[in-house]
């Protein structure tokens, strides 16, 4: 059924490469259970683990099914803080309904939209009209984002000065806790330990639990609370109906984002890993729209479900070099997912008791998810590299698009002023054709959203 022999493998390397893809990308779980799970969106935190969970185990069971490809999938590190600190807090402003169930009833637009386009040739077509400059950009801006995240989790800096300020260390367990997890984490990654991120996760742990901060439970437990988020797109739906005549133009660019990112990740991943695994023929990769369709498909479950968009995950190259070359090193992944939702008590522990005093507010921080949000954030700005840096029209707008993200706290910010500043240099230095269509539209668009149309 996987062609495990004419692909040169055997079952017990493809359990091994499931496993190992596993361990690499099941630090999602933690770092979903304290974005989305947060007060900040508002979701009941064991139904986001449980759709989280669940979410990516169809989806890489469908990958391994549909497509035979090494690939699991999870929701996607940066689609995950798009919804988290843009998506709901714009929504929020438009006072028309739950802003987390409104969320997911984009999300789930999208993903249709995106099991649309997996049918036909046109996602390429799409995804082909974005620059490679404003790409990376993209990319390396997310990543920078997800890491002050990380920062801010870990009580690395504090506001002061005229935005941030390294706190004083001295009476701060939390940042030390943070500070010995990122030397742990560092340390694993640097030796390719597999499952460095999810290790150094557990090891943060322990050492909040050494400083009192962690109270040590029975990991294993029944799972509960999906009934808190499954669903929740369906009034989700009924208010982004009302939202459309005051904030239309507000509901297109979000859709559109999150469409643009699954798409951006997905098939970048899916090129990047098929290539490693050697499955790529004559430069094209074979069943790509049975793939896309795979990941579509998860978006749409996990949204039901109560979780952001889910896309195909880089760590599954990890599995590949365990051996893994057939879809069912996903379907092992898929099933190890799946039987994650029992472990909501040791998900707890490692989001702990810790808390701040901010401005006088007290602030509840993550420092054992910190070190795994700025390793990862570290690793994503590598696409810095290939951007253009003897052209200003294409280092520029990439540029402005890395700053604007975690200055604005907003990923849709700095997607919004890197289209816009694209759009600019190649206009004024007479370089028209060089900007793509979709590229003055949706500036146009970026610029009558924020100029134009209503906070």
Request: a neutral charge; charged letters at 10%; aromatic letters at 10%.
């Amino acid at each position: 059924m996987f062609d495990i022999k004419a692909r040169g493998s055997t079952v017990g390397r493809e359990v091994l490469g499931g496993v190992t893809t596993f361990m690499a990308m099941s630090y999602i779980i933690f770092v979903q259970f304290g974005l989305l799970g947060s007060e900040k969106v508002g979701m009941d935190p064991g139904g986001v683990m449980m759709a989280t969970c669940l979410g990516a185990a169809a989806a890489s069971i469908f990958m391994g099914l549909l497509a035979n490809y090494p690939i699991a999938l999870a929701p996607g590190m940066g689609e995950n803080f798009f919804f988290a600190y843009s998506l709901v807090p714009a929504i929020a402003a438009w006072g028309v309904g739950v802003p987390w169930q409104m969320a997911l009833a984009m999300t789930v637009i999208a993903g249709a939209v995106f099991l649309m386009l997996s049918l036909v040739s046109f996602r390429s077509q799409v995804l082909n009209q974005i620059p490679d400059a404003l790409k990376s950009g993209i990319a390396a801006g997310i990543g920078l984002f997800i890491a002050v995240i990380g920062f801010n989790y870990g009580n690395l800096v504090v506001p002061g000065g005229p935005l941030v300020e390294m706190p004083d260390l001295r009476g701060n367990p939390v940042a030390w806790v943070a500070l010995i997890g990122l030397a742990v984490t560092l340390a694993l990654v640097a030796f390719r330990i597999r499952g460095a991120i999810l290790i150094g996760i557990l090891a943060t742990t322990g050492i909040g639990m050494i400083w009192g901060h962690v109270v040590w439970q029975v990991p294993v437990a029944w799972p509960q609370g999906l009934e808190k988020t499954a669903g929740g797109f369906a009034p989700g739906f009924v208010g982004v109906w009302k939202a459309l005549p005051g904030h239309g133009l507000e509901v297109l660019t979000m859709c559109f984002i999150l469409l643009f990112m699954d798409l951006f990740d997905t098939v970048g991943t899916l090129v990047g890993v098929a290539g490693r695994a050697g499955l790529m023929r004559d430069g094209k990769l074979y069943r790509a729209e049975r793939a896309l369709a795979a990941d579509a498909g998860g978006t749409i479950i996990g949204g039901c479900m109560g979780s952001s968009t889910v896309t195909s995950y880089i760590e599954s190259i990890a599995g590949v070099q365990a051996g893994a070359r057939t879809g069912l090193a996903a379907i092992v992944a898929g099933v190890c997912m799946m039987a994650a939702i029992f472990f909501q008590p040791l998900v707890n522990m490692v989001m702990g008791d810790y808390s701040v005093v901010i401005n006088g507010q007290k602030v509840d921080k993550f420092p054992a998810i910190a070190p795994a949000l700025i390793v990862v954030g570290a690793m994503m700005l590598r696409t810095l590299r290939e951007i253009n840096w003897d052209d200003v029209t294409e280092y520029l707008p990439a540029f402005l698009t890395v700053v604007a993200m975690p200055l604005g706290y907003s990923i849709s910010t700095g997607i919004a002023i890197g289209f816009v500043s694209y759009a600019f240099g190649k206009l004024v230095t007479g370089r028209i054709r060089e900007c793509p269509i979709l590229v003055y539209v949706f500036a146009a668009l970026f610029i009558v959203r924020y100029a134009v149309a209503k906070p």
